[in-house]
Structures are given as structure tokens and as C-alpha cells.
């Protein structure tokens, strides 16, 4: 079945539960160039959402809007049910770990976490109690006064996550908290976060260019491109029915092809290859559409041969990812890739039955 | 959901408003301090001495007098003719420490420093000392006379001689070492490396150094009123039809002729400065030179032949400050420092110029490093912050003797509010600020820039005020570039003679301008003496610098030890 055609189910059906940051219809513009536009989304308390989507997609624009660094041009942004769309950002109640983390070099951890503890509702000794809760929390009880310079990546992270909950904002806003790290801290990280994010039951934003971290940390997805949101919903149901073609490509691996809606109702025409696809029966006769498919789903050999519309083409190249082999097929002119288990791969430059199930065929219709 | 898309309206926080206000202070002082005075300047170039507007005629009498023409041509071939031995000089030198393993680079830094500290005239003193008409070596001129264009270049070396091998340097020290390694890996002779990597990257420093010698030279004051005898330059030109004919308007027009070698400087060099972006990746891997005889002994010789001379320079102008009787009693003896016998000032003349410099340093390094981060962070954007940025870069292009005869021209007139000032020691700190402002302001951005740009936006979402985060974290990080903008405001402050010549009264004469009288009235050793007392002041405190170095690391630098 297609995603393209019918509504989602999955962003509609996703677990909402009371809003508490509403984004309603928010444009940003930087002199001509329109960085955001009609942004419209909501969060439910203690939710995790992501924010996804190529550099210039306009996803930190949009969390900076939030955050009243760079106001929204037009549009509004209410929070816990007030609209705080024209405040400074002072006014307003979050916290934000940067990609940099913008900790303050010359004061220590502790410096740092109690940076926002000040005035008369934290008198010194409450102040320290709440640091070290902090510490604590973040597992960094050890290091108070070491100096951000003499911490790993990993350890500044934390201290910058802790600096941002010391005064327990209703939103957390986190813009690509984890590029600056390497791979193996990254994941590790990523988990702690949520982990920690999920104990506290803050609402919490993140903004990230890297879709596994996106896919696997939070209850929604919201996937953006060119400054306009393409998709909102849970990590399955945008890697299962994007929304757009924008969303089929960019989220997982797939492989493109064009092709036209054929003269049998149900049936596709691509590279001479004659395809059964029942999400284009309502498509008229001759619509050229965007077709994806997942490596995963493209299926080779004797279960090919047991389904309608299979082919034959040929074995170009073969990748080894561990768990599984790429390979790389091409019949005609359409090139495919498909996920095989490392004991059934086949030689280069051998022909094999390959088939593309039906009811996995993501198709777009082009806007001509 | 709504389709209007309604224009947000953006609360501006009282704090907001707040530092606009102090960057609105900034446009003040600046406009005062700088616009309004060239912008009289300006006018009064086309006003008779009545204040009629005359058009051009000003500017027509200027060049149907012979004279004039020939004191800009003057200006043009001395200044050509130093820069063209500084430059090669300056580049051996900086060469040699930058890229080559001679040993006491420290100290020949430090040499190098030297003419920076003290002021103009004290070399053209020390040249007419050793040169002069009882020059101990002026057999060695064979008749030649030291004063005119030979000791104005001669002075001009030693006095520019820093200020280009200090860009030379900079510019020779951002090497990237997997250049060479390519290239030598590609079987690139020494000299076709040097051609082809070396000189590429040193070639805007090379446009800058040169820039900055020309400028530094044509619009210098102090050397050819020394040493010039009776050969005219555009600088003592002016002086002369402002103090002694008292013709402010064909002041003011030489004033705006010698204002054109330094704005075209100025914009070769901001262009130069353009084309300099992105040579060094920050990925790039420091240069470090290996040891070679036949590269280090020859730069060695030179770094030790120009540090004797520019040690030497300075040693004659003290030994002769020392001297009874100049060079017919050479007894030692302290009485040319008794100042007050050679001029009314006496050595009072030096307190004032030490508390003009201090003032000038601790207001000026305040003004400067707030509105520097009010740019940058506090208040950034917005068509008040291009103003002030904008005005912050004029100072470099307006040379002190056209900043100081502005400021007469602009408090003088009987019109203006401020002329209070005039006279009073406020008008010789507000032009030392001024004067001196664009290499203070671009110090403090570049120290500014180096921070997390999201300093202040942490800041305001644990909903702390910008000023806090200035005071705790910004000020902090940046206390060296603080200290080095207020040292170099005070040193600069303390040896100029150029921007202060007009301005002084009868109580706040500066000491650099009473060694300019002393040596009018022949007491050239007292002259000698004053110079040398301003250099030792100067030396102090770079010194002082130096060795508070140390403790403030340990005080506020602690966190960068790793």
C-alpha cells in the first residue's frame, strides 16, 4: 500500500497527549530568503521530539524561534498556554545544550551548572544542593572543579545538559547535542539522554541531522526540508509510509526509480518492466511518479520467482555490512539495491529473479 | 489553524534597550570625537579665512604654489624610497624568526620592539648626534648633509622598521606545514618552494607592511621637524600654515591632500585584507623549520646587524642625553635632565603626558572593549551598530597631524558647546582615544570573536543578563587583550607628537611636544633627554606588562591549562 496517496496513519494515530508547545503557522525570513515557512506543530508534555532534516532545512531556524534567540517573523509559538512568540528570550522558560555546548571556559563544572542559580530564590546553600544533585545526575560528581578544558567531549556534554536543567525548565532544547562527539560516545550518550530525559519527564526538543539519532531516541520525528516540514510522526511510521517523496529518500536507505502509471488499473510501468502496484489505482493513466523501495523489501531468488511482476537482472556489486550483504542489481536501466543474508549471496555478474513486493512500493506522483 | 500569517511583534527586554543605549554613548563620543572635527575640516578647505564658501579656490591656490607641489612630491619619493628598504628588511628579519632556528628569536623580538616605545624624533635626534653638522661620523657623509631627505629615510627606517616586521611576521608564522611537505614530496627545489608557498602567503603581508610604512611615513610630523632642515614635506607643511601663518583654511587643504595617501593606504589594505580570507584552513598543521647552516647563519648575521643598529639608534640618543657638551666634552652628567632649565614646562611636561596616556588607556580600553562586544554580542545588528563599526575603522586612515588640526578647527569655533575643551587636558585624552581607536577596537573584536557566539544566549535562557555574563565570563577570558589594548593605547599615547602639536594649552603641554620645542630652541641634548625619558617610561610599562603577565594568567588563565 502507499503512504504517498493516503493520509498517514501514523503521524495522525501517534500518542498526542496534552499539548504543551503549540507552533502555529511560523515563518522566518532573513531578509528575502524565507528560512521557515508556515511551520505548524504541537508537542504533548514530557514528549521527545526530533527535528530532522538536511543542513538548511530550516530545523534550527525553527528551534531558535522557539527559543526567542532568533524571533519568528510571523506566525505564533504558545508554551504551557502561553503565547510566548514575541518574548526575549529570557522571558521565557527553557533550557538549551548547543552543538558547541558554550560552556564557559574560565569558571569549573560547578561554576558552570549553577551559572543560572543566582538572585534571592538561590541562597548559597540551596545553590550547592542543587549542584550536586545535579552532579549526581549527570554522573559527574567527581569532577566539580575541574575546568571544561580538562573534561572529554563526552563529560562537557553532560555538563552542559546539567547546566540546562539546574533550574528544571518546562523545555529542554537541544540543537545537535551530539555531532561534536565520536561515534561510539555518541550512542552511548544518546541513550543517557533519553534515559535521563524520560526519569525527569521534560518536554524536550532536538534538532539533529543524523536520522538514526532521531529514529532512535524519540516519540515523534518531524522531518524538514527546504524550511517547510515534510512529515511529523513516530520513528516507524515516517520510515514506513513517508509522507512525501522528500521523506522516502531521506529517511533509510532506498532505491529511486520514475515510472508511469500504466493502462492496467494497479499495474506500473518503469525501464520496460511491467510492475503490480494496487496504490496507484486511483492515479490516472500516464502520471509519472517517484518509486522507492527499501533494500530490505526487494526480494532475489525463489521468493521472487513466487511473485507477480519478477525479473531478471543482473549482479553488479556486492557490499558487506556484517549482518547482511548489499547488492547492487540492475535490469535494463533500473538499478536496485537489496539486503541479502551473507549465505545467499550471489556471484558478481550473475543473473538472478529478482521482485519487487507490491504492497511495499512507495509511490509519489510528480508534480509536473 | 488561521491562514493570516500576522507579523510578530518582538518585546524588546528593558536590558535590550539598555545596551543600545551605550552603543548610542559609543556613536556619541565617536561622532564628537571624530566625524563632527573631519567634517569641519572638511568645510573650513573651502572657506576663506572670513568663512565665505570660496569653492575651490582654496585647492587652486594650493597647486599654483610651487612650493606646496613640491613638498607632496617630497612627501611621496621619501616615503617610496623607505618603504622600499624597510620592506625587504623587515621580511628578512621576520623571516628569521618565524622561519628559520637562529637562536635568541626572544630577544630579537624584543630588539625589534624597541622603536614602537619611543617616539619619532628620538631617532632623527640620535642621526643628527652622529650625522648632525658636530656628527662624530660625518666624515663619512663626504660633504652630504643629514638634514633633508637623507635623514628623514634614514630616521623613517628605524622608526618603521617594527610596525612592518611585526606584520611580516604574523603573516610568515600562519604557514601550514603540509604545503611544504607537498611540495617537497613532489620534488620542488628550495626556491621554487619559496616562490610558490612561501611569497603566496606572505603576499598580502607584504601589501599590508608596505601599506603601512608609506602611510606611517608620509603622515609622520615628528622626523622631518627635526631632522628635515629646509627640505618640505607635506606634514611640516601644514604645521607651518597652521602655527606660523596662521592660514587654517590652506591648513585644512593640506590637511585633506596628506588625508589622500592614507585612505588610498587604507583601502589597499582592507583590500588586501579581503583577498587574505581563507589561506589557512583550521585544520592546518604548524610549520616548524629544521635547522640549516646555509638558511640560519646568513638570516643570523642580519637579525644581529639590524639589532645593533636599531640598540645602537637608541644607545647614541641616550649616551648623547648623558653628554655635557656634545662632542667636544663627552663627561657624563644629568644636567640636560633638569628640564625645567631648558623649558617652561620643565618636567612637568612628562606628568602630563603620563596622565594623558593613563586616562587615555584606562577610559579609551573601556570605551573600546564595551562597544567592541556590544558589536558582537550585547547589541549586535541593526543600522546603529554598521554606524559605529563603520566610524571605528576611520581613525586608521586619518593621520594625528589632520585629527589634531580637525579637533582645533571643530572646538575652536566660536560656535561650538564643547569649546570648553579647548586648552584643557580632556581635548588631549579624547584625541589619544580617537587617534589610536580602529587598532583597539579591531584587538578587542578579534579577542570577542574567538568566544562561543552562544555565550550570551546560555546566558539569557537561565535568564541571566548579558551584562553579568560580560562581567563573569567575557571580561574574564579576554584580560590579556584587555592588557595589551591598554598598553599599546598608553605607549602610542605617550610618544605621538603629530595628533597633540595643536592642542595643547599653556598647562598641558605634552612631553613629546617639549622635545619638539627644546630641539626648536637648539637644546638638542635636552631634546635627547626628554625623548629618552618618555622611551623609559614607555619601556617600564611594557615591562610592567611583561611581568603582571604572569600573575594574571595565574589569576584569570588558570583554565586553560589543560
Known sequence: MSAGLAEAPG?????????????????????????????????GAGEFVSFLGPSGCGKTTLLRAIAGLDPATSGRIVQDGRDITGLPPSARDFGIVFQSYALFPNLNVSENIAYGLRGKAWPRSRRQQRVAELLTLVGLADQATKYPAQLSGGQQQRVALARALANEPGLLLLDEPLSALDAIVRLHLRQEIRALQRRLGVTTVMVTHDQEEAMGVSDRVVVMSRGRIEQIGTPEAIYRHPATAFVAGFVGRSSHFDAVVDATPGML??????????????????????????????????????????????????????????????????????????????????????????????VFPQDV | MSDLALPVRVQVPLEQRLLRLGLLLALAVLLLGLVLPLG????????????????LANFVAYVATPSLRIAAWNSLWTAALTTIIVVPLAFGFAYALTRSCIPGKGIFRAVMLLPVLAPSLLPALALIYLFGNQGMLRVLLFGESIYGPAGIVAAQVFYCFPHAALILAVALSTADARLYEAAEVLKAGRARIFATVTLPVARYGLVSASVVVFTLVVTDF????????????????????????????????????????????????????????????????????????????????????VSTALVGIVGVAIWGSLVTFWPYNLTLTLNNYDFDRFDTAGWSALWTSVRIALAAAVCGTALVFTTAWLLERGAPGGKLGHAVRFIAGLPLAVPGLVLGLAFILFFNHPANPFGFLYGTLAILVLNGMVHFYTVMHLTAATAIRQLDPEFEAVGASLKVPAVVTFGRVTVPICLPAILDIAVYAFVNVMTTVSAVIFLYGPDTKPASVAVVHMDEAGQASAAAAMAVTILAVTCSVKLLQLASGGLVERLTQRWRRR
Not at chain 1, 497527549?17 to 508537542?43: H, I, M, N
Not at chain 2, 575640516?41 to 564658501?53: C, M, Q, S, V
Open chain 1, 11 to 43: 503521524a495522525a494515530l501517534a500518542a498526542a497527549p496534552a499539548p504543551y508547545l503549540v507552533v502555529d503557522q511560523v515563518s522566518k525570513s532573513f531578509g528575502t530568503f524565507r528560512a521557515l515557512e508556515r511551520a505548524s506543530l504541537t508537542v
Open chain 1, 269 to 362: 510501468r518503469a525501464e520496460g518492466l511491467v510492475l503490480p502496484c494496487p496504490a496507484t489505482r486511483g492515479l490516472l493513466f500516464g502520471t509519472q511518479v517517484s518509486t522507492y523501495i527499501r533494500p530490505e523489501d526487494v526480494r532475489l531468488g525463489p521468493q521472487a520467482q513466487a511473485l507477480p511482476g519478477h525479473f531478471v537482472a543482473q549482479v553488479t556489486h556486492v557490499e558487506f555490512l556484517g549482518p547482511i550483504c548489499r547488492v547492487s542489481l540492475e535490469a535494463g536501466r533500473l538499478r536496485l539495491e537489496a539486503d541479502v543474508h551473507p549465505s545467499l549471496v550471489p556471484a558478481v555478474g550473475s543473473d538472478v529473479m529478482a521482485a519487487l513486493p507490491e504492497d511495499r512500493l512507495l
Open chain 2, 40 to 55: 569641519t575640516l572638511l568645510l573650513r578647505a573651502f572657506e576663506d579665512a572670513d568663512g565665505h564658501f570660496v569653492g
Open chain 2, 222 to 305: 615628528g622626523i622631518p621637524k627635526v631632522i628635515g632642515g629646509q627640505f618640505p614635506v607635506l606634514a611640516t607643511d601644514v604645521y607651518k600654515q597652521v602655527v606660523g601663518l596662521q592660514n587654517f583654511n590652506m591648513g585644512a587643504v593640506v590637511g585633506l591632500v596628506l588625508l589622500l595617501p592614507a585612505i588610498g593606504a587604507f583601502l589597499l589594505d582592507r583590500w588586501a585584507d579581503g583577498q587574505r580570507a581563507g589561506t589557512l584552513s583550521g585544520r592546518a598543521v604548524p610549520y616548524v623549520p629544521k635547522p640549516r647552516r646555509a638558511r640560519d647563519l646568513p638570516l643570523l648575521a642580519l637579525c644581529l646587524l
